[in-house]
């Protein structure tokens, strides 16, 4: 039994499966017990019957019982859909069964006949058939053809019961006396086709077959009789006896010959309806089971018991397979069979020996088949099963697979499991935790001790003479011949073990995660879903792994990187990949051929990999889109190519700004026309020094102040000028005398003085500046004031006279444009500009071609587009010279989009990307949550500690975690009025292939063995609070620790499971 899900609940009596799957709601209507329940087949129904004589109806959607139906005087035990018609059947303990029309609400009839309780009624999946079973001791089938003949096809039904509305309270109308003769003696529309005596006591169950004309009966004599039927009688098959108790609920498998019963005696059996015997019993120790349900389309089984409820499985649904270049090898109804990748043929290659290779009617399957891919001389299978408690099978098949060879008994042996060691090697791992390394003809060789007791299943590493040892939380690569631990992953229980073609990488699959990891068993990344993750395949010409879950296709690159390749209606499992066709395996093991697109992840290998030409042959010929791919290649630093994707203007717009293409950019912002845009474009472009664009941004947003200091940075009198005429026009006498103090224009700024009233400021101003005409003017106007001011400039002569008059200072350089450091290009650029097997022969750099013009890009040129447009000033203002508009100041000169043209004389300049932060590298690379600590993502490493220890409360950790942060990171003081320069302390790599740096971790064993001692030191002397505070702080420490040799993460580990 295969334990999917559990509850905890009081007695369950009733059960039933809906294809969703999901926790829906509680209702709590019925007062008492409820003992039967049902989901209509299409809509969104329920159906419950309980121990108040009521059988309601519910809408799980509206989440409210929608009416009851009355009629019952006593029990309800079990109420049922019909799969196409609209009735439900009820049995009762008042010896009726009673069929309901669940849209007129009304009772369509009601069955007499049975002279005790009814424990059950239920209708034939596709005759019109009823089923019921009575303590009587006998099970009726009852024939409801000339009741269908009559009500469905919109006749009036005969006899009809009580409805109450739960909206209304009103009951259904009819004849009283039709109903009375009804519910007292029945109606002859539904007869009794069969009655079924065999059992010595009351029956509890019986139910249809699926398919076939079967009926099955449990009963309280503890047996289980099977029954046949035709069209004239029934009669019975054989009896299974085997239960203790009373038999309580009795069903066929939806999907093997099987007959699944529960009982009193605290067991579930089932029974092979070929032989009539039992093959399995599951047992509870102290909890009675009473009900049992199938799931009409997936295998899964439902049992109700004292304690609650338990879905299972009977056996693994996962066939057992492997493959090489261009075959399959599957198990398949007891027969190994060959299927070819390339021409499709499906052959029987063996048929596997019954004893310890029974299929699904004795419950265990084979679980796993393995291929020898170091030995090219002929094919080596290896086939586990779980028979006698786990067994082994060596197959040898030639080159040939299409020509049957029989195994012979001597290649067989038990263990927990076995694996290929080399070419002519096989590793079994038996019960006492040894390998045994035997050959080709199953003679033992040797004999090595597992290096762990705790190891409970090896693998094939990769390499000969290497194996796998999979542990509770970690994964050792383990050398046979020199019997050392090579190398140590900590990881969830591993299930599957994929490696690459070349065996250069491994995918470990876990129950609901991947991490691939190179040869050496060093961990390259770690992928996480929520659901089950089902098998996967590496693809055979790139570095592309592909999984599946229950309901997607996807992938996996070496660095981390995913995508979602096609959604799936059922489960599979994958075989192969290969030229975009993924072979496959489903759970009845049919082999399917899905197709698949692999451009994405071929863009995104050949992107990691620096192979541009690819990128460039993928952007012309594929169509790719979306958003997520959009947001990777603007994290991986290359928005230029993002650009290339997208047709939203704003988002356009963003990538644009973030790679500095000042063109795109420039043309988007004038299809958006948003102030918001101008705004961001005019910063970029300020950054640039492409002082044309930011005087056209600041034009568009009407940011006179902004445009007025770029004017003074530029050394542009005249502009300042016209700004200032701007401010008189718009009244503005805080943008005038801005304007004015810039042109060093002091009459201007007397003049803004007196307007605004101030005129000591504007006598003050003028006799500073030696303007005698107008400071005799406004003296005359505030009177003794002027004395007092005078005065007062006249000492201030005296004290100082070095004293310079306030003017605006000269620009630095006086230029279109800020000059550009000329840096070389990128290797992506120049790649481009060379010849390329994918485009013909072309001189880029004759052309002056940019990046976007060879990738073939409709972006319009800046100057074309200016052209279309009118000025950056409104019309309203009418000056008597019109401004110079940036677009004249364009078209005379370069548009600096980061690339200079090469007739100036300067190098070509191409704007660095950004790098990739340190702190970033530590959690994309590590898996110790101190490293993810020390660049600061707190929420990644409380996600490992609650994965690796099952840390749920964080807040002791908070002390730990700032220290691991801030002893990570060191500032150095900058230039004055600067910011400090922080850097990141750096200790050993992580690999020999990445050249990213692991942070020091201040904090060794040495440390934390003297905090131990001062600990004990306090307890000795009774100072317990101290002493308890130390230990505290050791504790939670601990998860931060970062053990230094194998050893010590030993020692480690048993304190970190205590917390």
Known sequence: MLTKFESKSNRVKGLAFHRMGTLLDRFDEHEGPVRGVDFHRVQPLIVSGGDDYRIKVWDYKLRRCLFTLLGHLDYIRTVCFHNDYPWLVSASDDQTIRIWNWQSRSCVTVLTGHNHYVMCASFHPKDDLIVSASLDQTVRVWDVTGLRNKTVRGMPAQAGGPALNEATGATGSGSVVSRVNADLFGSGDAVVKYVLEGHDRGVNWASFHPSSPLIASGADDRQVKLWRMNDIKAWEVDTMRGHTNNVSCVVFHPKHELIISNSEDRSIRVWDISKRLGVQTFRRENDRFWIIAAHPEQNLLAAGHDAGMIVFKLERERPAFASDQQRLFYVKDRYLRTFDFHNGRDVPSISLRRTGHVGTTAGILARSLECNTLNSTETLLLLCSDAEGGSYELIALGVDASQPIESSDGKRGTGMSATFLSRNRVAILDKNRQILIKDLANERRKVVASPSPATDKIFFAGTSGRLLLRLDDRLLLFETQSRRILSELQVQRVKYVHWSPNNAFVALISKHGITIASRELDQLCSISETVRVKGGVWDSHSKVFVYTTLNHVKYCLTSGDTGTLRTLDMPVYLTQVLKGKLHCLDRECKTRILSIDMTEANFKLALESKNYAEVMHIIRHARLCGEALVAYLQDRGYPEVALHFVKDLTTRFKLAVACGNIQVALSTAYELGDDVSWHHLGVEALRQGNYQVVEMAYQRTKNFERLSFLYLLTGNTDKLRKMLKIAEMRHDLMARFHNALFLGDAEERMRVLEDAGQLALAYL????????????????????????????????????????????????????????????????????????????????????????????????????????????????????????????????????????????????????????APMAVWCETACHAAYHAAAGSFETGMHLLYRQIAVVEFRPLKQAFMARALSSLHSLPGLPLALAVVMPVRGQTLTETRASLLPVIPLNMAQLIDLLKHAYKEFQRGNFVTSERIFRTILRTLPLYVAETRAEAQEVRPCKQFQ
């Open 765 to 916: 101003t003028s006799a500073t500046h030696g303007l005698t005409e107008q400071a005799e003017r406004l003296g005359d106007r505030i009177g003794p004031t002027a004395i007092s001011i005078q005065r007062s400039l006249e000492l201030q002569r005296g004290d100082d006279s070095c004293a310079l008059l306030l003017q605006p200072p000269t620009p630095i350089v006086r230029a279109e444009n800020w000059p550009l450091l000329a840096v070389s290009r990128m290797s992506m650029y120049e790649l481009l500009d060379s010849q390329s097997r994918y485009a013909p022969e072309q001189d880029d750099e004759d052309s002056g071609e940019t990046w976007e013009a060879q990738l073939g890009s409709d972006i319009p040129l800046s100057r074309d587009v200016v052209d279309e447009v009118p000025g950056g000033w409104d019309d309203e203002l009418e000056l008597e010279d019109e401004l110079m508009t940036a677009t004249a100041a364009i078209e005379g000169s370069q548009i600096s989009t980061g690339i200079m043209r090469e007739d100036d004389g300067q190098a070509p300049f191409h704007a660095p990307p950004s790098g990739v």
